[in-house]
């Protein structure tokens, strides 16, 4: 998927055209507490075309100065966009830091469309006309807080898209990644797989710009590692800003079957942990919990019981995701990764016969009868399964205003009783069938 930065000095409107662009698609059903706010990564649709949105914006470090802080956005801009949205403020016109954002900017062979935020109305257009003199070609008039003029700079942006082909995943591989803030072991982990017993090791052509793929093949199972940039192009400026680090992880989460996310046992467990495992989540990737540098820890029944119980606590939303310790460095415990990884994939992509599903929810509702509201009793008529990866379902019901949340979830952990799905989120919607 093309990927899309909005660039531009503080005040200028960025995060607020970052949310026109990604619309309601940011919407989020659960609250994930420290995983919707303050996001810079989404997904944006236009006409036909669908591309990832980055909010520079959001990429900030510390209290460094205003120019550290826009050379880094800009710097993250041009590594990671296929094309660049520069905004400026039409209300105050050309200011010295717009200048200095261009100055960047010009560095870079991407393309970039200039967008002319608060133009708020037909009267204001006039002033786009100075932007002309930064030197990026035609200013868009656009008004992030009325939506005007998304337009046409969308279709000047979709226009800049590279020609790329489509990446076609094989069905019968499973993808997998492994994210976590620096530091945690990820190039070390996918070291020790690479070397591990009985697996036969190939290096893929990137199929995109930055991902690095190996195949490997364990267990009569085909698997490919999605290594980014991130673990082997070291030493950036930017890799040291957390926000960037989850840049990487969303880039590498999307392609994912399964996603690890890693922990680090020593430094133990930190919020940025919790951000970047919230993307797994939402994205609906199978998912492990790898608790690696095990070997740093008096290792007993009981430690592990403890850590388990820790990781339960913070990550209350993985509920489903199995935690599994080992030291990438001794290898300790490490054969027992990719079985664990198998059987989350299958979990992922398992299709549920509808009439054992039924029996399975008419037994629920026969334990625990549906809720009333307003005097009206909730009917659910019957269940089937309309997707993998996660599975998700659907249950048709009289009302889906009467579908309590505390009821949904009452029959998807009877569901999980029923199924397993170890490793794996699964979705149910309520839909209206008379
Ligand atoms: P990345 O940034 O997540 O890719 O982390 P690295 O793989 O570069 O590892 C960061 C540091 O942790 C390095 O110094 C590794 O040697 C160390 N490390 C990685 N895995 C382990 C482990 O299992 N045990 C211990 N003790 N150290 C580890």
Do not use: C
């Not at 905004?87 to 100055?103: S, Y």
């Not at 290096?203 to 195949?215: K, N, Q, S, V, Y």
């Not at 430094?267 to 940025?272: K, P, V």
């Not at 995701?321 to 990719?338: C, E, G, Q």
Request: proline share 4%.
């Amino acid at each position: 998927k093309s990927v899309v930065a909005i660039v531009g000095r503080p005040n200028v409107g960025k995060s607020t055209i970052f949310n026109r662009l990604v619309g309601e698609r940011i919407s989020i059903v659960e609250d994930i507490p420290g995983v919707t706010r303050d996001r810079i990564y989404a997904e944006g649709e236009w006409l036909t075309s669908t591309f990832n949105v980055i909010d520079t914006g959001g990429i900030e470090i510390g209290d460094e100065p205003l120019l550290v802080q826009m050379r880094h956005q800009a710097e993250v801009a041009i590594d990671e966009a296929d094309v660049i949205i520069f905004l400026v403020n039409g209300k105050e016109g050309i200011t010295a830091a717009d200048e200095e954002v261009a100055k960047l900017l010009y560095k870079s062979n991407k393309p970039i469309v200039l967008g002319v935020n608060k133009i708020d109305n037909p009267e204001m257009r006039e002033r786009i006309y100075e932007f002309y003199s930064l030197g990026f070609g035609e200013p868009f008039p656009i008004s992030g807080a009325h939506g005007l003029g998304l337009g046409d700079m969308l279709d000047e942006v979709v226009g800049n898209f590279p020609k790329r082909e489509t990446e076609v995943p094989d069905e019968d591989t499973v993808y997998f990644s492994l994210i976590g803030r620096p530091n945690v072991g990820k190039s070390s982990l996918v070291n020790a797989l690479l070397n591990e017993d009985r697996v036969i090791v190939s290096e893929m052509e990137g199929t995109t710009r930055d991902a690095i793929d190996t195949h490997l093949h364990k267990d009569d199972q085909d698997f490919v590692i999605i290594d980014t940039a991130g673990m082997r192009k070291r030493g950036k400026v930017y890799e040291s800003t957390e926000k960037y680090s989850v840049l990487r992880a969303l880039k590498a989460i999307e392609r994912s079957d399964v996603v690890l996310v890693l922990i680090d046992a020593e430094s133990g467990i930190r919020e940025q942990d919790k951000k970047i495992a919230g993307y797994a989540h939402e994205a609906g990737r199978a998912i492990i919990i790898v608790v690696n540098k095990w070997d740093t820890i008096e290792s007993d029944e009981k430690a592990i019981r403890d850590f388990e119980e820790k990781v339960r606590a913070h990550f209350l939303f993985l509920d489903y995701a199995p935690i599994v310790f080992l030291s990438a460095k001794t290898k300790k415990r490490l054969h027992t990764l990719i079985p664990a990884i198998k059987m989350a994939s299958e979990n992922h992509s398992i299709r549920i016969a509808t009439n054992v599903l039924n029996d399975v929810i008419m037994d629920a509702i026969a334990m625990n009868p549906t809720p009333t509201l307003k005097g009206k009793r909730l009917k659910v008529l019957y269940a089937t399964q309309v997707a993998v990866k996660p599975p998700s379902f659907v249950v048709f019901v009289n009302d889906p205003e009467l579908m309590h949340f505390s009821y949904q979830r009452f029959l998807e952990n009877k569901i999980r009783e029923a199924f397993g799905f170890v490793g794996t989120p699964i979705k149910i919607f309520a839909r209206r069938r008379q």
